[in-house]
């Protein structure tokens, strides 16, 4: 039916090959925006099953252990694992966070003696009113911190039935993966080898294939991108004589990973909390190193994708700004991924129509 439809409009083969492109990208669309959703948690799980199906196989041989028993207890050790870490993080970053606001009063004082200094200097070069000055900061810092209790923080108290609902979101997709992990490892290799031999999933291997081959791809960058900026973060801000520089470094990394927040809600905090204590160079170290960190994401992210996938960097640095916009948060992986499966799926249908 396909075909036919092409072969009336009488297009030219470039008209079909654009005709094509235009529509799977239609289709993959529709596909991430409306099925991806529910899908996911199964599609995951059948990646993980693939990814544990050698470890679990090498077990099973050893032990005599069921494949999906054994799957549960290294995703059920993983888990835990991760959970630890986690904890951990957020048990350092609440000690550091605590100790920061027990020294708040004592940076308010420093930034009076800043503000002072900065308008008497004023006064003394241009000839201004340094009180008036003075009083109109402090004024509209008042009003600033006004503004946050009474607009900010209750509209962020006001969302906790929806932060809620996301929390129990997550684990329930978390629970729905877990559990088809378990079920798909049972026959995981009766599927595969179907899969193998049946010449209808042909087109599926080849293009999941290079989707799979895009996934780890993905997951290896970001993990190179996070080893390095945690490193530069660390190594830069324990040379500057910063108490706790090599953790602030190291969380700095983990900070980038997240979509919309990146380095800076690390790096202007610490400037802005080093100007206020006179360190002057140290805050402006803080953030040219927010600028470098920024430019290493920038210049590693399409390298380590782009090149290893057989698409331009300036491609994926496109796939994900698009993403964003289409797909909200999560269009920062669904963009790229978007563009892999657009790409595959156009070059194994020209393929197989030049035969």
Same mark, same amino acid.
């Given at each position: 039916?396909?075909?036919?439809?092409?072969?009336?409009?009488?297009?030219?083969?470039?008209?079909?090959?654009?005709?094509?492109?235009?529509?799977?990208?239609?289709?993959?669309?529709?596909?991430?925006?409306?099925?991806?959703?529910?899908?996911?948690?199964?599609?995951?799980?059948?990646?993980?099953?693939?990814?544990?199906?050698?470890?679990?196989?090498?077990?099973?041989?050893?032990?005599?252990?069921?494949?999906?028993?054994?799957?549960?207890?290294?995703?059920?050790?993983?888990?835990?694992?991760? #959970?630890?870490?986690?904890? *951990? /993080?957020?048990? !350092? +970053?609440?000690?550091?966070? @605590?100790? &920061?606001?027990?020294?708040?009063?004592?940076?308010?004082?420093?930034?009076?003696?800043?503000?002072?200094?900065?308008?008497?200097?004023?006064?003394?070069?241009?000839?201004?009113?340094?009180?008036?000055?003075?009083?109109?900061?402090?004024?509209?810092?008042?009003?600033?911190?006004?503004?946050?209790?009474?607009?900010?923080?209750?509209?962020?108290?006001?969302?906790?039935?929806?932060?809620?609902?996301?929390?129990?979101?997550?684990?329930?997709?978390?629970?729905?993966?877990?559990?088809?992990?378990?079920?798909?490892?049972?026959?995981?290799?009766?599927?595969?080898?179907?899969?193998?031999?049946?010449?209808?999933?042909?087109?599926?291997?080849?293009?999941?294939?290079?989707?799979?081959?895009?996934?780890?791809?993905?997951?290896?960058?970001?993990?190179?991108?996070?080893?390095? #900026?945690?490193?530069?973060? *660390? /190594?830069?801000? !324990? +040379?500057?004589?910063?108490? @706790?520089? &090599?953790?602030?470094?190291?969380?700095?990394?983990?900070?980038?990973?997240?979509?919309?927040?990146?380095?800076?809600?690390?790096?202007?905090?610490?400037?802005?909390?080093?100007?206020?204590?006179?360190?002057?160079?140290?805050?402006?170290?803080?953030?040219?190193?927010?600028?470098?960190?920024?430019?290493?994401?920038?210049?590693?992210?399409?390298?380590?994708?782009?090149?290893?996938?057989?698409?331009?960097?300036?491609?994926?640095?496109?796939?994900?700004?698009?993403?964003?916009?289409?797909?909200?948060?999560?269009?920062?992986?669904?963009?790229?991924?978007?563009?892999?499966?657009?790409?595959?799926?156009?070059?194994?249908?020209?393929?197989?129509?030049?035969?």
């Amino acid at each position: 039916m396909w075909v036919i439809f092409m072969l009336k409009l009488n297009l030219t083969n470039v008209g079909k090959k654009y005709l094509v492109a235009a529509v799977v990208s239609l289709l993959v669309y529709l596909a991430m925006k409306y099925i991806s959703p529910i899908a996911s948690p199964f599609i995951l799980a059948f990646l993980v099953a693939g990814t544990l199906n050698p470890l679990v196989q090498a077990l099973h041989k050893r032990i005599k252990i069921r494949k999906p028993v054994l799957a549960g207890i290294i995703l059920f050790s993983a888990s835990v694992l991760i #959970i630890v870490l986690i904890w *951990a /993080l957020m048990a !350092a +970053l609440f000690a550091n966070g @605590g100790r &920061i606001a027990g020294e708040l009063p004592d940076y308010q004082e420093e930034f009076g003696n800043l503000l002072g200094d900065c308008c008497n200097m004023m006064e003394r070069q241009f000839g201004v009113d340094g009180v008036q000055i003075e009083k109109f900061v402090l004024e509209q810092v008042n009003i600033f911190i006004e503004n946050l209790e009474v607009k900010v923080l209750p509209a962020i108290m006001g969302k906790s039935m929806d932060y809620a609902k996301n929390i129990v979101s997550f684990v329930s997709f978390f629970v729905v993966m877990f559990i088809a992990v378990l079920l798909i490892m049972k026959d995981f290799d009766k599927v595969m080898a179907k899969l193998r031999e049946d010449e209808e999933f042909q087109g599926i291997r080849e293009v999941g294939q290079k989707v799979i081959l895009y996934v780890k791809t993905f997951i290896k960058a970001q993990l190179i991108i996070l080893c390095v #900026i945690s490193t530069v973060c *660390a /190594l830069v801000l !324990a +040379l500057m004589g910063m108490k @706790g520089g &090599i953790f602030y470094g190291v969380l700095t990394g983990f900070m980038d990973m997240l979509p919309f927040i990146g380095t800076g809600i690390m790096l202007v905090p610490l400037a802005i909390f080093r100007l206020i204590n006179g360190s002057y160079l140290q805050a402006v170290l803080c953030l040219c190193l927010y600028a470098v960190c920024a430019l290493i994401r920038e210049f590693l992210e399409p390298k380590l994708i782009g090149e290893k996938i057989g698409v331009w960097p300036v491609g994926i640095l496109f796939a994900v700004f698009a993403g964003i916009h289409l797909f909200g948060v999560w269009g920062i992986i669904k963009g790229p991924l978007s563009l892999v499966i657009i790409c595959e799926i156009c070059k194994y249908w020209w393929g197989k129509k030049e035969e």
